[in-house]
């Protein structure tokens, strides 16, 4: 599942400030987010969602997705 093609063109959203990853770059993020799942030691699945959505958070100017 690492790393499917799921889009290959550009995305925009109108009226939105974020733009959407390229497909190329969505596709090193997604792999990039598996890999790091496969690294983590999931203890507390509370914990693993919060840690998760405080990255996407963080990395998308405060837009969860």
């Known amino acids: ?5 799921y889009r290959n063109v550009d995305v925009y959203i109108s009226g939105a400030s974020h733009t959407p990853p390229s497909p190329n770059e969505m596709y090193r993020q997604v792999k990039a987010f598996y890999m790091d799942l496969q690294d983590r030691a999931i203890e507390n699945v509370i ?3 919060a840690s998760l959505t405080r990255k996407t958070s ?3 100017g405060g837009l969860s997705s």
Not at 1 to 5: A, D, E, P, Q
């Open 58 to 60: 963080s990395n998308n």
């Open 47 to 49: 914990e693993l969602a």
């Open 1 to 5: 599942m690492i790393g499917r093609i």
